[in-house]
Structure formats: structure tokens, C-alpha cells
């Protein structure tokens, strides 16, 4: 099937770059009303970052990528390098602890998970020693090995909630070249994609017709963000800095899609996109976030971020109503910390997030 660009997202939209947030309006001029001391009610704690225990892992283990199903249901990946081989936790509500894999999935890391619901969740990672592709599927009782292409490194996976196959973006091992994948009648089928040589890093798909595909033009060195409508890809109409690349999407509706920008190289360009249904709006970050910065919805119309690398403790900046707010995770003393991933989970379950301290593994929540 061939593809063809269409230009809805292209033609009569407008790329706006977002403003700080006006000055209250004044107060109206009602003396207020003194209520009984008796009946004050105590105002509500704030959120905090809190350190969650994670089980046991080797040292050399990294953890990447989380993705939540409900409340009760969370998984998140990795992989250790010394030896080569996998990592995955599944968070049952309380706690993190070790998931088993297939035997047959025994070499390499698992770079992306994601969850349709609590009985069907995905992940894919690098390939095996035999070169055959690395995908296991949840089926609400074991993790299974489902055939995955030859030589491809799984980058990035999506599953719709709705149901409707999920997506994933990757590259093949030896030659680089991009590769997006539809789970269709049983099995992973590659789908055509926009001409160029692509680095394809993050997908993020609502349903066989709602997929946003984003990473690098190898030839400019310049983000791109594409939209499958289920007929024909589009690409957004976004700004394209001197070098960079889309690392992060979250489409959460139609009019509802945030996409994380970086330069990669220097790290000097950190921009937070968001779609309304009409226009990319461009919201500078105030804070360095690193290529692997984490992004999730807040639930209620805005968004968190987690930060890369810093010391003695995380960083995570939360954005809603046009306003930054950093906040710190807790004191870890000397350590270097990185936060690669960060969830919120449906329903009332907390926000979780998955890094290093120094050179261990570590989760923390906000609740």
C-alpha cells in the first residue's frame, strides 16, 4: 500500500508560542465572612515525590520505560548490560516486584512497554542473540513471545485503550533504516511510512486511525511529527530547530496531543508542544530535561515532566494553566539522579516514575 501526505494538520494551522500566564484578576470588593474556628476545615497536603522500594536488581541495570493500566496494573522495563539481559517489574498497587519472562527471552534490553488494559500490555526491546526480534505480549496471566522481525530494535510500542492492535516504532539493527509495525490478525506487520531517512523514536497511538509518529530527519538533523489518520500520513506543522528530535508523545484526545522536543547534541533546546485541534502551541521549558525526560498527564489538562540528570535529588516539573512548578523528589544525599520514565496511572492511583540513583535502580510516586 502506498502512502500519500495529506495536509490536514499542515494547511491553515498556525505554530503559536505560549505566554506566561496574565496577573490575577482583582479581588472582588465583598468583605469576606468569618466562619466558626470550630469548623475550619484543615487545609489538604500537598502531593509529595516519595521513594518506592524496587526489588533487588543487578547494578548494572537500567530501567527505561513505564506503562499503567489502572491503578493495580503498571509495568516498567529495562535491561542490565553486564551480562546482557532483560528487566521487568509489574507495580500490583502497593509495591514493585519481578515479573518473569519467557526462557526464549533471555539476551538484551527491553527499551518500551505499553498497556491496552490490565490483561493486555506489550513490550519490545533488542534483538536476541540469534538476531530474531525481541516483542512479549500480557495476556492477564504470563508474558508470551510473539514473533517480532528479524534485526529490528523495538524503540517505542502504543496500545490503543480502545482495543485495535498496537503500534510500534523501530529501526533495523545493522542498517538503521525506520520501521513502524501494526499488530494485525495475529502477527506484526510493517506499514508504509513518509520517504527520507528517519530516526523514528516515539509513537503514540488512540486507535487504528489516530497514531502520531515523531524522531529525526537524518538528512537535516531536524524533528519531524507525523499523523496517521488511517488513510494517509500528515506532517505537523511544528518548528524545526538546527538540530532535534521529537523524543516524547502523549496523545490523551483529538484535540489533546503533547509532544516533548530536544536537540539532543548540547542540550539547548527544550520545548514542550501541544496540539489543540487547530494549532501546535510552543512552551519553553524552563529547566534542562535531558534527551530521555519523561512525560505524562497530570489528569486534569496539564502535564508532568521528569529531568534527566541532576544531584542529591529528582526534579520533576508539572505544567497546567500556562505556569511551570518545579518540584523535588527526596534527598538521596550525594547521588546523581535520573529519571527515564514517568506514568500517571488511571483511575486514583498515584503518578510513578522509574531512574538511577547514582548507578542503582530506583522508583518513586506522587500521592
Known amino acids: 500500500m502506498r502512502y500519500r501526505i495529506r495536509n490536514r494538520f499542515t494547511e491553515g494551522t498556525a505554530v503559536r508560542r505560549a505566554l506566561p500566564a496574565g496577573l490575577a484578576a482583582a479581588a472582588l470588593g465583598?468583605?469576606?465572612?468569618?466562619?466558626?474556628?470550630?469548623?475550619?476545615?484543615?487545609?489538604?497536603?500537598?502531593?509529595?515525590?516519595?521513594?518506592?522500594?524496587?526489588?533487588?536488581?543487578?547494578?548494572?541495570?537500567t530501567m527505561t520505560d513505564i506503562a499503567a493500566a489502572g491503578p493495580h496494573a503498571a509495568w516498567a522495563v529495562g535491561g542490565q548490560s553486564?551480562?546482557?539481559?532483560?528487566?521487568?517489574?509489574?507495580?500490583?498497587?502497593?509495591?514493585?516486584?519481578?515479573?518473569?519472562?519467557?526462557?526464549?527471552?533471555?539476551?538484551?534490553?527491553?527499551?518500551?512497554v505499553a498497556a491496552a488494559g490490565p490483561r493486555s500490555a506489550w513490550a519490545i526491546g533488542d534483538p536476541q542473540a540469534d538476531g530474531s526480534g525481541t516483542a512479549v505480549h500480557w495476556n492477564g496471566a504470563a508474558w508470551q513471545r510473539v514473533a517480532f522481525p528479524a534485526g529490528l530494535t523495538g524503540l517505542d510500542v502504543s496500545a490503543p485503550r480502545g482495543g485495535g492492535g498496537a503500534w510500534a516504532a523501530g529501526q533495523d539493527y545493522g542498517t538503521s533504516a525506520p520501521a513502524v509495525l501494526h499488530y494485525e490478525h495475529g502477527a506484526w506487520v510493517k506499514k508504509d511510512i513518509p520517504a527520507g531517512e528517519l530516526a523514528v523514536l516515539s509513537i503514540s497511538a488512540r486507535s487504528g486511525h489516530d497514531v502520531w509518529l515523531g524522531g529525526m530527519d537524518r538528512t537535516t538533523d531536524t524533528p519531524f511529527l507525523y499523523h496517521w489518520d488511517g488513510t494517509a500520513w500528515s506532517e505537523a506543522r511544528i518548528q524545526?530547530?538546527?538540530?532535534?528530535?521529537?523524543?516524547?508523545?502523549?496523545?490523551?484526545?483529538?484535540?489533546?496531543?503533547?509532544?516533548?522536543?530536544?536537540?539532543?547534541?548540547?542540550?539547548?533546546?527544550?520545548?514542550?508542544?501541544?496540539?489543540?485541534?487547530?494549532?501546535?502551541?510552543?512552551?519553553?521549558?524552563?529547566?534542562?530535561?535531558?534527551?530521555?525526560?519523561?512525560?505524562?498527564?497530570?489528569?486534569?489538562?496539564?502535564?508532568?515532566?521528569?529531568?534527566?540528570?541532576?544531584?542529591?535529588?529528582?526534579?520533576?516539573?508539572?505544567?497546567?494553566?500556562?505556569?511551570?512548578?518545579?518540584?523535588?523528589?527526596?534527598?538521596?544525599?550525594?547521588?546523581?539522579?535520573?529519571?527515564?520514565?514517568?506514568e500517571r496511572l488511571p483511575g486514583h492511583g498515584p503518578i510513578l516514575s522509574i531512574g538511577y540513583d547514582s548507578s542503582t535502580p530506583i522508583s518513586e510516586a506522587l500521592r
Open 30 to 61: 465583598i468583605a469576606p465572612v468569618a466562619a466558626p474556628a470550630a469548623s475550619a476545615a484543615e487545609p489538604a497536603a500537598a502531593p509529595v515525590w516519595q521513594d518506592v522500594s524496587v526489588p533487588q536488581l543487578p547494578a548494572s541495570t
Open 82 to 112: 553486564s551480562p546482557s539481559a532483560p528487566a521487568l517489574l509489574r507495580w500490583d498497587g502497593h509495591a514493585w516486584r519481578t515479573e518473569a519472562l519467557p526462557a526464549s527471552v533471555g539476551r538484551g534490553g527491553l527499551r518500551a
Open 240 to 342: 524545526k530547530p538546527l538540530w532535534g528530535a521529537i523524543k516524547r508523545i502523549v496523545a490523551v484526545s483529538p484535540e489533546d496531543v503533547w509532544a516533548y522536543r530536544t536537540d539532543l547534541i548540547i542540550g539547548a533546546e527544550h520545548t514542550l508542544l501541544h496540539w489543540d485541534g487547530t494549532s501546535w502551541t510552543e512552551i519553553p521549558v524552563p529547566e534542562s530535561t535531558g534527551a530521555y525526560a519523561g512525560l505524562t498527564t497530570d489528569g486534569h489538562g496539564g502535564v508532568w515532566m521528569s529531568t534527566a540528570f541532576t544531584q542529591h535529588s529528582s526534579t520533576y516539573l508539572h505544567y497546567s494553566g500556562g505556569q511551570w512548578t518545579t518540584v523535588h523528589g527526596p534527598d538521596r544525599g550525594a547521588a546523581y539522579i535520573g529519571i527515564n520514565d514517568i
